[in-house]
Structure formats: structure tokens, C-alpha cells
């Protein structure tokens, strides 16, 4: 079993709060992905895991104990830094037999679990060479090497992949999924990259300034952001927001946004109700914004907007609209052709609203 859990864990440095009461559970044999802007936290968290830092409050878990106390040489983790920190001197093969020398191995299992992780890794024809004759992507894959070599029953993964290019760090995602697959490890994997973090994560844990934001399986995260900054992190081009003023007319409750009205549901009205004559922070995805949008209640329900500036990049296009004192951004299909300051109905469809208590940045539903 090696669950990790975070119990109300706290890390000062001094003045800095690096982690604000963290409680978080990674299952068993999970890949699960540590995502926020940079210094949030992540490798923070990490190495409190690994047992290079104490927790200042609070309890940090592998498998049932608690392991504050146990020394990071006990814990059965192995870390991969950002900048994997090879021997330059030495061979590949000897860059991953270091760590089980160092634990006195015996040489025939050395070499076996060399070769296994050679083998898995697609470096059994690289293992004479020195770090400096090989490829930044080959470089990572040593650097997994050694990790794995280790057989712990938890990988931290601290931003392994930030050095290599954007070809290779597609590739190098694809293999690090399936060598998870393969080797049933439990790991958390770091990342300050939100589509690194979709597309590898089973689940994703959005952190900000020390503090958990939202965990769940990336769909969720995106369709069902629980707060402003989640909203506004996850996604690109970024969610729209809108400031509103919610009001009741004739029983039904009414966004006023920009000029526009837009007629709420029966479901959303009963969510708003605290928020009834209030204010509220409307989010729309750049997908969800329409054009030339035909309602029922006629032009009303829709903003009127001048496009700013258009870049298409191959099968979709992201369009810039000035409406009124804020900005749209809009994801369209390439067949629709646009020109700089052509002025066009832009339709929300309630249905795809987000909405946001402008006080505590919380979702409402
Ligand atoms: N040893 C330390 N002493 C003092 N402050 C520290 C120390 N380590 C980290 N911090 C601070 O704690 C906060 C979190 O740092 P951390 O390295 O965990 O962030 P991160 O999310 O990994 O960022 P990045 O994406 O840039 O790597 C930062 O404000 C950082 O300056
Ligand atoms: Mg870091």
C-alpha cells in the first residue's frame, strides 16, 4: 500500500506560508498531478513528501504511517528534480547504479535492475555514454532511470519535463503514462503547465498560494471550476468573466451585463437566490461564445462587440472583441471569416454559464 496523504499540513519559512493547511490523498498506485503558478507551493509539498522538509503543522502519510519522523533515506520515495542532476563524470550505467552502491545492492542485482530500467526506458545502447553526449530527453530518461532502478513504492516527479522541447515533451508525457501503467507505482507529478496537467493527470490538484483549490479528474476541473482562480487558470484562451447585477423582474431572475439581459433558469435563479439584487461574477468559456445568436427574447440577450484583433492557429481561430469597457475572447471555427472592426451580436447561451460570488471568488450551483 503506498497511499501518500497530506493531513492539514503547514510549511513556513519563516514569514512565507510554502503550504496552507494541505489535506490531500493520493490512492494507491495513482497518477496524480500537482498543478499551480510558480511559487504556490508544488515542490514544496514534494519535498515534504520525500522528507527533505518538516512539516510546520500536521501530518504527512505513506501507506498507514504517519512518516514525519522517519528519515527520507526510510521512506521508500524516489524524486525526480527539474534539472535531473546527473554525474557528469560518470556513465549512464553508473549514473543509475549510483543510489543502490550508495544502499550497498549486491552487484548481480544491481546490474539486473540496471538493465531492467535500461531496458524500459529504451536507453540498453546509451548506457556508456556520459550526460554530455546524450540528448535532453535522453538526459530525462537516465534521470527516471535512476529513480526507478530504486523500485519505491512513491515517484515525486518535480517538473520533469521543463527542459526538453515541445515535440519531445509530448512524447516524453506519452511514455511517462505508459511507464506508470507499467510499473503500478504511485505518483504525484508537478507542473505549472495546465494542459501538461489535463492531459496526464487521473486527477489534478490545483494549488494557489500554499492553499488547495479543487482536486478532480481534469473534465471536472474544467467543466466545474470551483473557484475564480480555478476558472481562470484552467483553460486556454482563459474563461471571460462579467461583472453582473442580478435582478427580478415579473418572477424571473435577470444578469444585466454590458447592456445585455440575460433571463436565467429556474435551477440557476434558486442557486443566486443569496446573491438576489446583488452582484455576481459571470465566467464563459471562449467555446461558449456565439455569434449571431438568436433567442427567444430577441437581441436583448446578447452583447454587442467589435472584434479587436483575430489569430488563427490552424484548425480553430481565437477572436478578440471590445464590448463596451471589457474584453471577449472567443474560440471559433476557421471557416467563419472575420475582419478587424466588423461589430457582431455575441450570444451567451445561459446554459453554459459559470457563475462566481465576487466576494469569496466560490462558485455558486
Ligand atoms: N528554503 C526556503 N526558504 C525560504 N522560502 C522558501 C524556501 N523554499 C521555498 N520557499 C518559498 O516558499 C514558496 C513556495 O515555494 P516552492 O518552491 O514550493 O514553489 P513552487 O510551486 O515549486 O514554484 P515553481 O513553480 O517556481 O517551482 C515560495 O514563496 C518560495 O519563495
Ligand atoms: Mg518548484
Known sequence: MSRVAFDHVTKHFGDVVAVDDLSLEVHDKEFLVLLGPSGCGKSTALRLVAGLEEPTKGSVIIGDRIVNDVEAKNRNVAMVFQNYALFPHMSVYDNMAFGLRMRRVHRQDRHQKVLEAARMLGLQDLLRRRPRALSGGERQRVALGRAIVRDPSVFLMDEPLSNLDAKLRVQTRRELIKLHRQLETTVIFVTHDQVEAMTMGARVAIIHEGALQQVGHPQEVYQHPASLFVASFIGSPAM?????????????????????????????????????????????????????????????????????????????????????????????????????????????DPAHMHFFDPDSGQRIE
Open 240 to 348: 471571460n468573466f462579467f461583472h453582473a447585477d442580478l435582478q427580478l423582474q415579473d418572477g424571473q431572475l435577470i444578469a444585466h451585463c454590458g447592456g445585455a439581459r440575460f433571463p436565467l433558469a429556474e435551477g440557476q435563479a434558486r442557486a443566486l437566490a443569496a446573491l438576489r439584487g446583488g452582484k455576481v461574477i459571470i465566467g464563459v468559456r471562449p467555446e461558449h461564445i456565439l455569434l449571431d445568436w438568436e433567442t427567444e427574447e430577441g437581441s436583448e440577450a446578447c452583447l454587442s462587440g467589435v472584434v479587436d484583433t483575430v489569430e488563427s492557429i490552424g484548425h480553430e481561430q481565437h477572436v478578440t472583441f471590445s464590448a463596451g469597457d471589457t474584453t471577449v475572447v472567443a474560440r471559433l471555427d476557421v471557416g467563419r471569416s472575420l475582419r478587424e472592426g466588423e461589430r457582431l451580436r455575441l450570444g451567451i
